[in-house]
């Protein structure tokens, strides 16, 4: 439905998650994923993206590395924030120190702190790993063309 749209994809806890279960060997003990972990295996030993090919549209697919930038309206995208300062971890009042506005979506938890803005969920709010008490909710955020951004609740 967005013929034009480019999908940029940041790097995050989730990529490396995939990489080390790929480099521990993991997927070979893994009957469910075990099909799709030896493709991605033989694309890592081939010194290739192993997410590339997993895409409908791929030539509308940006794979966003650890150290890329992309700024929209003066607001860093590219930052998932699991990642903090020296190594600490990532949260919405250390974002306000490393960028003047930023967008993240590590916690899957709405919040905004001055010009930080992260992203909830997406996702089922019942998955295997979550517990009876969780603070995720639905919802996105929108940078409007004037610059402003506007967190968009849905259910």
């Known amino acids: 439905e967005c013929p034009d749209t480019t ?20 997927w070979v003990k893994d009957q469910l994923n075990a099909n799709i972990g ?20 791929p030539d509308r697919l940006k794979l966003l590395g ?20 020296a190594g600490a971890k990532g949260s919405t009042k250390t974002y306000t120190k490393v960028t003047d506005n930023s967008v993240t979506g590590h916690t899957h938890s709405p919040q905004i702190f001055k010009s930080t803005f ?4 997406n996702s089922k709010y019942e998955l295997p790993y979550t517990g009876d008490l969780m603070n995720w909710g639905h919802s996105n955020v929108i940078v409007h063309q004037n610059g402003t951004c506007q967190q968009i609740f849905c259910d």
Not at 66 to 73: F, L
Not at 118 to 121: A, F, I, Q, S
């Open 38 to 57: 030896c493709k991605m295996f033989l694309s890592l030993t081939q010194g290739k993206n192993v997410f590339e090919g997993y895409s409908k549209f």
């Open 118 to 121: 992260v992203v909830g969920t």
């Open 7 to 26: 999908f940029c994809v940041v790097s995050s806890n989730h990529d490396q998650f995939v990489r080390k279960w790929l480099n521990d060997g993991n």
């Open 66 to 85: 650890p150290k890329d930038s992309m700024v929209i309206k003066g607001y860093e995208m590219a930052c998932h924030g699991h990642e903090g300062i």
